[in-house]
């Protein structure tokens, strides 16, 4: 059964860039059926998507973060990873990394997230 | 973007009782909403995807229902293993986005 796990620094100083690994184990991040996903929660609050990334290096972002928010896919070690720019105390979260299940279904497109890593939590300060 | 509202943010109950959330939408989404459960300092798992598939593992209990913009999550009989947060989350439109949460705790 797959399964993710998420890494890196804990603790990141503003104005400074987040950088975070997922591995994938129990099954290949080149698996067609599947994109890869980051999500953010800040303590007490609800969920927000970052972006996905395909194994080719294919990646879509969230808007609002699109300017600060870089994906990228290393398939030989089974991994991706996120970075985040400039960041604030505001990207003070825990970040979990998923897998992005995309199937037909009745012909339509659809997907969900599962699994999840058991996430990371990130203080952005000095 | 599409904004999720999810009523309401919180509720008490009881073993044994039969327990609704709803999720709206700020348009039509058809049936491309799924649901999660997510307990105190874990990770969310996904109970509901397609608006009403239960995930393969996900007791029965577990049901979902609506298309549009108004959906429903049901506990048929709510267990011990239930008070948890839920989240109603869209994948018809890019960004994805999750609902506000449900906060289900024992009365």
């Known amino acids: 059964q797959v399964q993710l796990q998420e890494s890196g620094p804990g603790l990141v100083k503003p104005s400074q860039t987040l950088s975070l690994t997922c591995t994938v184990s129990g099954g290949s991040i080149s698996d067609a059926r599947y994109y890869w996903s980051w999500i953010r929660q800040p303590a007490g609050r609800g969920l927000e998507w970052i972006g996905r990334?395909?194994?080719?290096?294919?990646?879509h972002y969230n808007p609002s973060l699109e300017s600060r928010v870089s994906m990228s896919v290393d398939t030989s070690k089974n991994q991706f990873a996120l970075t985040l720019s400039s960041v604030t105390a505001a990207d003070t979260a825990m970040y979990y990394c998923?897998?992005?299940?995309?199937?037909?279904?009745?012909?339509?497109?659809?997907?969900?997230?599962?699994?999840w890593g058991q996430g990371i939590l990130v203080t952005v300060s000095s | 973007d599409i904004q999720m509202t999810q009523s309401p943010s919180s509720l008490s109950a009881s073993v044994g009782d039969r327990v609704t959330i709803t999720c709206r939408a700020s348009q039509n989404i058809n049936s491309y909403l799924n649901w999660y459960q997510q307990k105190p300092g874990k990770a969310p798992k996904v109970l509901i995807y397609?608006?009403?598939s239960l995930q393969s593992g996900v007791p029965s209990r577990f049901s979902g229902s609506g298309s549009g913009t108004d959906f429903t999550l049901t506990i048929s009989s709510l267990q011990p293993e239930d008070f948890a947060t839920y989240y109603c989350?869209?994948?018809?439109?890019?960004?994805?986005?999750f609902g506000g949460g449900t906060k289900v705790e024992i009365k």
């Open positions: 989350q869209q994948s018809s439109t890019s960004p994805l986005s």
């Open positions: 397609a608006a009403s």
């Open positions: 998923a897998r992005d299940v995309f199937i037909m279904l009745r012909g339509v497109p659809t997907n969900w997230f599962d699994p």
């Open positions: 990334i395909y194994s080719s290096g294919s990646s």
